[in-house]
């Protein structure tokens, strides 16, 4: 009983993205061809220590034709088109190797998310020269968070 | 091999890092003047590239003519990428410098062009790969995704993205995550030039530039040189800091081949001293000329070469000469100490290990550095002041300006390697005087200048042995 509930509490975690809905930051966003985006929301609380920056893990990938990938992720502010924040883009090299890959969060975005609860990240294919073919690439990322632990530089 | 890259594998491998690069700069002027007029990294589409594209394509064609079992064909270059290099953490920028340092000296060696220099594809200025690399059947032709007109991303690889990426102060943050190992290790992660232009690009050009078989494209290195050129840019143009944590200084790797197939290593800490010593940009990121940048690149050296580097240094005996000394411009001054001959051990023979060390430490910066300091051993006082003299051991000079941040009191220590200088003189039985060596010291005008200065503090004068 208890697997059961593990399993499907699992597959509950692994949503389609480009859905209507936003994704919980626990989430793994699938992103494909034709679903080449997705939206999660994540808390905001850790803004409020100061420097921050998105880590996306990239835990699995099918790419049996090697396309070239690369992924952008844009915040969104009050759930509004207009307020698009865009945090930066990565590629993938080998386009089938995994990773964690981290953006940073603009001081002046930190400093306006600082007072807000959850934020709004929609994560996005970025379009090569080629377009894809349906059912030729399958992405999966997450759990996304905003990390605000300093990361160490030098001494 | 160069005279730098063959003290670089001789001495910094080591682990001698402060000794090496204070007798480097301290005990060969040759040397100084190799390191000024090292080798120009330039722009692939300048005018001025063109006798290195030339070079570069003889080099590939060189590379792809030896035998398969040369460690240096084009094929195993590639191969030492597929098997070993580091990607997603912070061992990935040192490695490739390295990489491309070893295959720029093979490129030297099997073109008998010492002064070639790898040029670089600046793909934030030029989007489209380079006309070098077309068309189909030329020897720096591979088979790509991307065409002759194909443009990069600007949102990947555009100067705005580019000068975000070089204003990250945080090291892992510019240059990937800590990890235990180049390979294998916990931990990682990608920094901002790895995953953005880095990455971007190699899937862009397409074909096995998208593979870790990416060398076999020469494209792959002029699109590495540029990884090296903003890193350059990041760490020494702009002061940037890397980290200094041991494990990745003192990460040795093993995997290269130097320019006559030979397998060799390097750790970080000494890859840091490649750009300053062995080869250096026609521009940085942005294009800047690289004259602006002389003065913050000589800061650099300045600096290193004043504050060193994480070393190990391991002293046998020491010798104090002489506390509080002073010299004269143009008149050599000597000072004398009674040696146990039996404390030089093995140093005085002629296949000798051990390394003998004069250390100058105290010395007070002069206001105009306008002068530098020869070192001759021997049992009289040189009359020859020429470096061809046998009894010259080597000198020292004042980087940057008079001042350089640091005051014209700051106390400066040089160390100047007598070693060989001394097995010379011990050959001709012209080493010692009455059982005491003597260490003459004369300040030297440098040519033309019009000397400021006459007399000036030497601090003390230490003779060490170390293994």
Redesign the interface.
Known sequence: MILRLCLLSGLALLLVADSPGQLSASAILRLTPTRSSGRITIDGKVLRAGRA?L?IPVTKIRNPK?M???I?ATVILNNQKSGRVSL????????D?T??????VPDALAKAGRGTGRITIEIRL?P??APLEANSLEIDLGPIRLTAE?????? | MSKIAELLRRDFNKGLLVAATSAFFGGCEKILDDIANRPIRRNITSAEAADDIATYKNAVTAMKALPATDPRHWNNQANIHQNSCP??NWFFLPWHRIYLSFFEQICRELTSKPKFALPYWNWGLSPSIPAPFWPSGTPLYNPR??TAT?MA?A??TGPA?LQ?ILA??????FAS??STAPRGGTG?????LE??P???V???V?GEM???QSPRDPVFWSHHNMIELCWVDWNIYRGN?????TSWMNWEFSEFFDAKGNPTKMTTAVSLLLPLLSYRYDADVAGTPKQALQKAEHERISKLVRQGAPSKLEFENRFEIARDARAVVGKPEAFAIKVDSSALGSMLEPSGSKRLLLSVDGVTGPASPDFFVRVFLGNQPPTDLNINNPAYAGSFAFFGDAHGGHGENHKLQFLVDVSEAARRMQQQGALLKNGALNVFLVPVAFPGQDLKVREFSLGRLVLSNIK
């Open positions: 920056q880590q090697m070239p990938i690369s952008s930066g883009s990565f590629s993938i090299y080998p386009a190797q990773g964690t890959f981290h953006l940073p970025v090569g020269p300093p990361l160490e530089g030098r001494d | 990607h997603g995704g991307a194909s991303d949102s990947l993205v975000s990250e102060t945080n090291f892992q943050m995550l800590q990682g992660g990608y920094g901002r995953q953005t880095h990455n971007y190699h899937g862009f397409g998208g593979t870790y800091q890397n980290t200094n944590d």
